[in-house]
């Protein structure tokens, strides 16, 4: 099983921005699609960004213009760029993957443990 481990959260002024990373470990295996999602206190997990193998990404629209998803493949790794950040940002963000051992067809998803964003002055 491939592991997603997340870093990059923590506590920032409204307006401010933070930068969460999300490295999957291990070799023998290739990624698909990568995303995030996040959970605010009393809220289910929405999704916030996609973004495929070809680097075509969307976005929720509370986080567009504001968010940028990207990956850097070599490194396994992706990111969520979050600028401009708001109260209602607060909560658990959380990174997926979808992957495949190389050489078999079937695609899993991992999840990363998610890491806290909090924004507040």
């Known amino acids: 099983q491939v592991q997603l481990v997340e870093s990059g959260g923590g506590l920032v002024q409204p307006g401010g921005s933070l930068r969460l990373s999300c490295a999957a470990s291990?070799?023998?295996?290739?990624?698909?699609?990568m995303g995030w999602y996040r959970q605010a206190p009393g809220k289910e997990r929405e999704l916030v960004a996609t973004?495929?193998?070809?680097?075509?990404?969307s976005y929720e629209d509370y986080v567009k213009g504001r968010f940028t998803i990207s990956r850097d493949n070599a490194k396994n790794t992706g990111y969520l760029q979050m600028n401009s950040l708001k109260p209602e940002d607060t909560a658990v963000y959380y990174c997926?993957?979808?992957?495949?051992?190389?050489?078999?067809?079937?695609?899993?998803?991992?999840w990363g443990q998610g890491t806290q964003v909090t924004v507040s002055s």
């Open positions: 997926y993957a979808d992957w495949r051992w190389l050489g078999l067809p079937n695609h899993k998803r991992s």
């Open positions: 291990g070799s023998g295996f290739s990624i698909n699609g």
């Open positions: 973004i495929t193998s070809s680097n075509i990404t």
